[in-house]
């Protein structure tokens, strides 16, 4: 019941997403299908929001790319401009999920393999006597980081460039939608309003 209320006042940045608090609403099933109306499967997440629910949720960070996932709600009457955007966006987050989990894994490894060969080189063992994993000062760590850097700066340009061309489209789209809405709200004014 707590994590329900926590969860209804939750601060999130838009009142169209709701965080999820708990795990307590994980669903083992792996979540609803995505039939007009109804929550989009929750493909590979460990949460679901409630099949109720009207908005889109956010997710807890995933443990690959520290990215906090996002369900997108689809609504019933759903016009295929709406399922554009909507799709775009899923396929945003898919290419952000797929590049930082990518990124992430690579740099961990290339950091413990930097981590142990500077060891080796001092004649260190990668755990002390005490049985705790030994470290580097931060000089050397930031020999690391400048390497790392360096050496992938043009996939994090180019992902970059595909970021920006991606979100021009989504915010291009979200135009698009707004005004369609805005039509449709005038349209249904005009009509009601002559009855």
């Not at 969860?7 to 979540?31: K, N, T």
Request: proline share 5%; aromatic share 10%.
């Amino acid at each position: 019941m707590a994590a329900a209320r926590a969860l209804r006042g939750g601060g999130c940045c838009c009142h169209r997403h709701r965080c999820l608090l708990s795990s307590s609403f994980s669903s083992a099933g792996g979540g609803p299908t995505a039939e007009r109306g109804e929550r989009q499967e929750s493909a590979g997440l460990d949460f679901s929001p409630p099949a109720h629910s009207r908005n889109d949720w956010i997710g807890p960070p995933d443990k690959h790319s520290n990215l906090r996932p996002v369900i997108f709600y689809v609504p019933p009457e759903e016009s295929p401009l709406e399922r554009r955007l909507r799709e775009a966006r899923q396929e945003a987050q898919a290419c952000d999920q797929r590049f930082w989990a990518r990124h992430n894994r690579t740099f961990r490894q290339e950091k413990e393999e930097f981590i142990y060969s500077r060891l080796k080189a001092k004649g260190l063992e990668i755990r002390d006597e005490t049985g705790q994993k030994a470290t580097l000062n931060a000089e050397e760590m930031a020999d690391f980081y400048k390497d790392f850097l360096s050496k992938n700066f043009r996939k994090h340009m180019q992902y970059n460039r595909d970021w920006y061309k991606r979100n021009f489209t989504i915010t291009f789209l979200m135009g698009q939608v707004a005004l369609a809405r805005a039509l449709r709200w005038l349209r249904w004014k005009k009509k009601n309003v002559g009855n």
